[in-house]
C-alpha cells in the first residue's frame, strides 16, 4: 500500500514538458480555412499597425502628444499579435500542437504585460484628450515631451512589473499529467486547473493585481471623459462641439473595443469552452486589428497624413521612372 501511494504521489507531482494546445477544430479542411483567416488578418495587423507608427514618424502635422501615444499603441498591437498568431498559425499546419511548459508561461508574461501596458497607454492618451479640450490654453505647457515620455516609460514598466510578478509565482508550478489545454494561446488562468500545486496565492496575487490595474486605468478613463463630456456640452456651436469630439471619438472607440474585449475574456463567469475560444480570438487577434482601421477611418488628421505620404510615395516612383529613361 505504501508502494501504491508512493507511485500516486510521484505520479502526480511528475514534471510535464510541455502542454498540448487543442483549442481549434481538428478537421484539416476547417483548419486550412482558419489558416488563410487568420494568416490575412495578421498580415493586415502587421501592415496597419506599421503604417501608422509610419505616418506618425514622417509626417510632421503629426507631431504631436496625441500621436506620440498612438505611435506607441500600434508598436504594442503589433507585439500583442506577434506573440500569439504565430503560434496560432504553426498549430494549424502542424499535427502535435505542441508547446513547452517554459515557453507557454514566456507567452503568458508576454500577453499579460503587453496588455496590461496598452491599458496604461489608452488612459494616458485619455489624460491627453482631457488636457486638449478641458484645458486647450494649458495644453502646450501641460503635454511637454518629458511628461508624455515619461508616461510612456511608466506605462511599459509598470505593464511588464505586473506579468513579472505574477509569472514568476507561476514558474515553480507542478503539473497533472493530463496537459491538454482547450485553448489557441497560453494564459495565466486557464493553467490553473492542470496544476498539481497550491494556486491560491497566485490567483490572489492576479486578482487583486487586475482590479488594481484595471480600477486605476479606468477610472482615469472615466474622469478624463466625465470632464470632456460636461466642457463639450458647455460649447455654444455646433461646430465647436463637433471639432472637440472629432478629437476624441477614435480614441474612445479604441478604449470601448479594449475594454469590451478583455471583460469579456476575463471579468466574465467561467463560459463554455467555444465562447471562451471566440473572446479570446477577438481580445488577441482581432483587436490589434481594429486601432489602425478605427484611426485611419474616422480621423481626417491620419488620412490627410497618409494621402500625403501616398503622393509623395507616387511622386518618388514616377521620378524614379523618369530618370531611367
Known amino acids: 500500500m505504501t508502494q501504491n501511494i508512493s507511485q500516486h504521489g510521484l505520479r502526480k507531482h511528475s514534471t510535464i514538458t510541455g502542454f498540448l494546445l487543442l483549442g481549434l477544430p481538428a478537421d ?29 514618424r514622417t509626417d510632421l502635422h503629426l507631431h504631436s502628444p ?34 513547452s511548459v517554459e515557453g507557454c508561461l514566456t507567452q503568458a508574461f508576454l500577453v499579460f504585460s503587453i496588455a496590461w501596458t496598452e491599458a ?22 501641460v503635454m511637454r515631451r518629458q511628461l508624455c515620455g515619461g508616461l510612456v516609460w511608466a506605462s511599459w ?3 511588464f512589473l505586473d506579468g513579472f510578478m505574477n509569472i514568476l509565482m507561476a514558474w515553480d508550478l507542478d503539473f497533472w499529467e493530463a496537459h491538454v489545454m482547450p485553448h489557441f494561446s497560453c494564459e495565466l488562468p486557464p493553467q490553473f486547473p492542470k496544476s498539481c500545486s497550491d494556486v491560491s496565492s497566485i490567483f490572489a496575487v492576479l486578482v487583486c493585481s487586475a482590479i488594481v490595474h484595471a480600477s486605476g486605468t479606468l477610472l482615469l ?3 478624463s471623459y466625465a470632464h470632456i463630456v460636461t466642457t463639450i456640452l458647455s460649447i455654444r456651436s455646433t461646430t465647436g462641439r463637433s471639432k472637440a469630439l472629432s478629437t476624441c471619438s ?6 470601448s473595443f479594449f475594454y469590451g474585449s478583455a471583460f469579456l475574456r476575463y471579468l466574465m463567469p467561467t463560459l463554455s469552452s467555444p ?12 483587436s490589434p486589428l481594429v486601432n489602425p482601421l478605427v484611426y485611419s477611418l474616422k480621423n481626417k488628421e491620419v488620412k490627410a497624413a497618409l494621402k500625403r505620404m501616398l503622393q509623395k510615395g507616387l511622386q518618388h516612383l514616377t521620378e524614379q521612372r523618369a530618370s531611367r529613361r
Do not use: W
Not at 484539416?28 to 506618425?56: D, K, R, S
Not at 485619455?126 to 478641458?134: E, G, Q, S
Not at 465562447?275 to 482581432?286: A, T
Open 275 to 286: 465562447l471562451e475560444l471566440v473572446f479570446s480570438i477577438q481580445y488577441c487577434v482581432v
Open 28 to 56: 484539416p479542411h476547417i483548419q486550412v480555412l482558419l489558416f488563410a483567416l487568420f494568416l490575412n488578418i495578421y498580415l493586415l495587423t502587421i501592415m496597419g499597425n506599421l503604417m501608422m507608427m509610419l505616418v506618425i
Open 221 to 223: 478613463v472615466s474622469f
Open 157 to 159: 514598466g509598470l505593464g
Open 66 to 99: 496625441m500621436y506620440f501615444f498612438l505611435s506607441h499603441l500600434s508598436f504594442l498591437d503589433l507585439c500583442l499579435s506577434s506573440v500569439t498568431v504565430p503560434k496560432l498559425l504553426e498549430n494549424l499546419l502542424s499535427q502535435e500542437k505542441a508547446i
Open 250 to 255: 477614435s480614441h474612445l472607440t479604441a478604449v
Open 120 to 141: 496604461f497607454v489608452l488612459s494616458a492618451m485619455a489624460y491627453d484628450r482631457y488636457n486638449a479640450i478641458c484645458r486647450p490654453l494649458l495644453y502646450g505647457q
